[in-house]
């Protein structure tokens, strides 16, 4: 597998990580170093940042598994990524990728709820790829970080 395709595949298993409530799967995919930092949209190409950064591994699971909302009766969500922008530079890669998050309901209804850009830097970490710092740019304040 190209490098380019690891670590597009970090980014599938992180997503599908997220739409379980999976914080042990999620967490495992970054360095214990990592930053991770949520913003939301103020203006054209400007983002304000919302809380404080989560770090390593052991953060992004604890944040998946006490914070994150749980998904409606019968009902789940859904990530699609696309517009994957990779940079492989020897043991370091930058990833940026659009991003738009479903909810469906047991109703036969589908909304999206979440989009943005991911903003992601990489390192090969034992020969794994794993997220060093990871960006979520949000369009708007998703409704589970709304006070």
């Known amino acids: 597998m190209s490098d380019e395709r690891a670590v597009q595949e970090v980014l599938a298993r992180y997503v599908r990580a997220t739409d379980r409530r999976d914080g042990a799967a999620q967490g495992a995919l970054f360095t214990d170093d990592a930053e991770v930092r949520i913003h ?11 809380g404080e950064p989560l770090i390593g591994g052991a953060g992004v699971r604890f944040a998946v598994e006490q914070f994150m909302p749980p998904h409606p009766e019968g009902g789940t969500g859904h990530h699609v990524t696309s517009d994957h922008l990779i940079e492989v530079d020897g043991e370091r890669a930058h990833l940026s990728a659009q991003f738009v998050v479903f909810e469906t309901l047991p109703e036969h209804v589908v909304r999206p709820i979440e989009s943005g850009y991911y903003d992601t830097d ?22 589970g970080l709304r006070s």
């Open 40 to 50: 939301v949209r103020t203006g054209p190409g400007t983002y304000e940042p919302v």
């Open 122 to 143: 990489l390192r090969r970490v034992g020969g794994e790829w794993k997220i060093s710092r990871h960006d979520v740019l949000n369009d708007f304040l998703p409704a």
